[in-house]
Nanobody, 121 residues
Framework: QVQLVESGGGLVQPGGSLRLSCAAS????????MGWYRQGPGKERELVAA???????PYADSVKGRFTISRDNAKNTVYLQMNSLEPEDTAVYYC???????????????WGQGTLVTVSS
């Protein structure tokens, strides 16, 4: 069983910054990728950014140059630094972790409960 604990959401004014964190714990052999998705009002869930075990970092075009994803492998934690926030960034942000379990070795995916980010004046 793997659990994700997200933190860092909240209300921020346009142009402001927030930092999201997501810590994974439980029966993890090794983590493959960690990422953040979001779902805005009336929209489908979309990838915001991800970071692979080898360090590749795909970003959604809408956040390039404003958001930065990073991970601390020792802490099984992924971060999303969000700068120059816009009202269009308002959404519930979900952490996603893909990992291998211990024996038997299985590839699994787990989602966080979501953290609300509201960008409004």
């Amino acid at each position: 069983q793997v659990q994700l604990v997200e933190s860092g959401g909240g209300l921020v004014q346009p142009g402001g910054s927030l930092r999201l964190s997501c810590a994974a714990s439980g029966s993890i052999f090794t983590i493959d990728s960690m990422g953040w998705y979001r779902q805005g009002p009336g929209k489908e869930r979309e990838l915001v950014a991800a970071i692979s075990a080898l360090g590749s970092t795909p970003y959604a075009d809408s956040v390039k140059g404003r958001f930065t994803i990073s991970r601390d492998n020792a802490k099984n934690t992924v971060y999303l630094q969000m700068n120059s926030l816009e009202p269009e960034d308002t959404a519930v942000y979900y952490c996603n972790v893909r990992y291998y379990t211990s024996m038997p070795r299985r590839y699994r995916e787990v989602w966080g409960q979501g953290t609300l980010v509201t960008v409004s004046s």
